[in-house]
Nanobody, 124 residues
Framework: EVQLVESGGGLVQAGGSLRLSCAASGFIFDDYAIGWFRQAPGKEREVVSCIKSDGNTDYSDSVRGRFTISSDDAKKTVYLQMNALKPGDTAVYYC??????????????????WGKGTLVTVSP
């Protein structure tokens, strides 16, 4: 059974930092695209960042320069280091995986597996 389990969310003051983890199991951690997505109250879910098995990374304009995505293939874990957090970053953060040779984070509907999410709350 494929599982993605997020952890590391919590309450932090503006300007603070958090590191989210996404632990994967049940699939070969070889060709993949793993993304972090977030959904704020009353808003649509949006992509935050993506990392591919070839090491390529991408970020949304709203987090570029503040967030860093990384992966530890040996641990089958993807991290999202979030610095300089703002109240606007408050959301439930999900990780999702697209596996296979042409994997991508471009289309949320194309992601094969999703975690249940972890809540990040940034206070003013």
């Amino acid at each position: 059974e494929v599982q993605l389990v997020e952890s590391g969310g919590g309450l932090v003051q503006a300007g603070g930092s958090l590191r989210l983890s996404c632990a994967a199991s049940g699939f070969i951690f070889d060709d993949y695209a793993i993304g972090w997505f977030r959904q704020a109250p009353g808003k649509e879910r949006e992509v935050v960042s993506c990392i591919k098995s070839d090491g390529n990374t991408d970020y949304s304009d709203s987090v570029r320069g503040r967030f860093t995505i990384s992966s530890d293939d040996a641990k089958k874990t993807v991290y999202l280091q979030m610095n300089a957090l703002k109240p606007g970053d408050t959301a439930v953060y999900y990780c999702a995986a697209d596996v296979g040779v042409f994997s991508s984070c471009e289309f949320q509907g194309g992601m094969d597996f999703w975690g249940k999410g972890t809540l990040v709350t940034v206070s003013p």
